[in-house]
């Protein structure tokens, strides 16, 4: 019997263009078995996508934009969160053996 399960895949990239490229991901894989390790931060050096846009080639679905940072005046340059996180998902089809 075939299932989907969902994959959830999030990355962050040096600014708000679709292109831009890949500085922080993570990903979250539901077609994986119970109980298997999903990935940790600093596992990969590599992303698995240079950018939004090339894993939309690949088949994933943005799902959630980021919304554009505000900064206060005098505070441009001060560091935080990753302010361009795209959220992005896929369904893929497994084996579900009973």
């Known amino acids: 019997m075939q299932q989907e399960r969902q994959q ?3 990355l ?3 600014d708000s263009d679709l292109a ?3 500085v922080a991901w993570s990903v979250y894989d539901g077609s994986r078995p119970p109980g298997d390790v999903q990935m940790q931060t600093g ?3 590599e992303p698995p996508y240079a950018s939004v846009l090339t894993a939309m080639q690949d088949g994933w679905r943005v799902i959630q934009l980021p919304s554009l940072p505000s900064y206060a005046r005098g505070h441009e340059h ?3 969160h990753l302010p361009y996180e795209y959220v ?3 369904m893929v ?4 053996r009973s």
Not at 93 to 96: L, P, Q, S
Request: proline letters at 0%; aromatic letters at 0%; glycine letters at 4%.
């Open 8 to 10: 959830i895949l999030i």
């Open 78 to 80: 001060e560091t935080g």
């Open 12 to 14: 962050c990239l040096s």
């Open 93 to 96: 089809t497994i084996d579900a």
């Open 43 to 45: 596992d990969e050096t």
């Open 88 to 90: 992005l998902e896929r």
């Open 20 to 22: 831009s490229k890949t």
